[in-house]
């Protein structure tokens, strides 16, 4: 059964304190793996697609990678408008009409 | 500006009573979807849709319906038999996934309904 999870569940950081939020997958066959930003009563919003193990993707602070199981998204002196959920959701090649997607990590950025 | 707009922002259910979520899109997208966002659980699919006239149930159908008369439109009525109905819901709409001419396009979301028991 495809499954997506993502770790942790909330990450709370300083101003200018890097971090890494993790999203792992099991999929019988990627087709494509998606990074979306979610603020709180809004939809998410699109931020990255990743398609196979080495690929990064690279927006102001944030990098997406990839490898075979899992995709990181790197968030480098964060700001506070950063905050937000983060979610990640991944597409099947057999299933490629539906997308999966994982729980969120809930991001707060602190001046 | 092309996007997906849902109405209303923030609806109220009484027991025993239907209703409809709208959602229209102008991204002349194919596709589209519904989803169900409760808190710390992933988006949930309920129903998709395709091609105007065909939909297909999602993971969570039970107690809701869908209709595709026209491309840019896919209300969702939540019906009666739907005993926990309090969530987040989502439309969003993309390319056709089996369409790889134009590469990989993701789904792009409308702001939700905020949907709870009266």
């Known amino acids: 059964e495809d499954q997506v999870t993502q770790s942790p569940e909330a990450l709370r950081l300083q101003e200018g304190e890097s971090s890494s939020l993790n999203c792992s997958y099991t999929?019988?066959?990627?087709?494509?793996l998606f990074w979306y930003r979610q603020d709180p009563g809004k939809g998410p919003e699109f931020l990255f697609t990743l398609y196979s193990a080495g690929e990064e993707k690279e927006k102001e602070r944030l990098k997406a990678t990839l490898t075979k199981k899992e995709s990181f998204l790197h968030i480098t002196a964060p700001k506070p408008e950063d905050s937000a959920t983060y979610l990640c959701?991944?597409?099947?090649?057999?299933?490629?009409?539906?997308?999966?997607f994982g729980p969120g990590t809930s991001l707060s950025v602190i001046p | 500006d092309g996007g997906i707009t849902q109405s209303p922002k923030y609806l109220f259910r009484k027991e025993g009573q239907n209703v409809t979520l709208s959602c229209e899109q102008n991204?002349?997208?194919?596709?589209m979807y519904w989803y169900r966002q409760d808190p710390g659980q992933g988006l949930r699919l309920i129903y998709y849709s395709q091609i105007v006239n065909d939909f297909q149930k999602g993971d969570i159908a039970e107690g809701y319906s869908v209709s595709r008369e026209k491309k840019e439109s896919f209300p969702l009525t939540v019906t009666s038999a739907q005993k926990n109905p309090t969530a987040f819901y989502l439309c969003?709409?993309?390319?056709?996934?089996?369409?790889?001419?134009?590469?990989?396009?993701?789904?792009?979301f409308g702001d939700g309904t905020r949907l709870s028991i009266l």
């Open positions: 969003a709409s993309s390319i056709d996934p089996q369409d790889l001419t134009q590469g990989f396009q993701p789904q792009h």
């Open positions: 991204l002349n997208h194919d596709a």
């Open positions: 999929v019988s066959g990627l087709r494509g």
């Open positions: 959701a991944v597409q099947s090649l057999e299933t490629y009409d539906k997308v999966i």
